[in-house]
């Protein structure tokens, strides 16, 4: 007896709702990843340097990077801190 003959996904049976499956499945991974992207763009400040872009209108630049980590540290030194 074949070890995967009991899995489901290797059962014959109706080739739409197997397709479907993998549709549904592709999306929820596509999802899930730009999902965790999205994630790591806020904790590396890329989304918040991107915001910076468009609330000045500003090309990508070292320059325009430069007055966005000073405008950063500016921000986060006026902060009032706790503790």
Known sequence: MNMFSSAV???RGDP???ESF??????ATKRACNLAL????EIFDESAYARFLDRHRL???RCSYAAF????????????RCC
């Open 16 to 18: 739409e709702r197997n």
């Open 38 to 41: 999205a994630v790591l763009r």
């Open 69 to 80: 980590r000073h405008e950063h540290e500016h921000t986060k030194a006026c902060r009032p």
């Open 9 to 11: 996904f290797f059962k």
């Open 22 to 27: 993998a549709r549904q499945t592709i999306r």
């Open 59 to 61: 090309e990508s630049s």
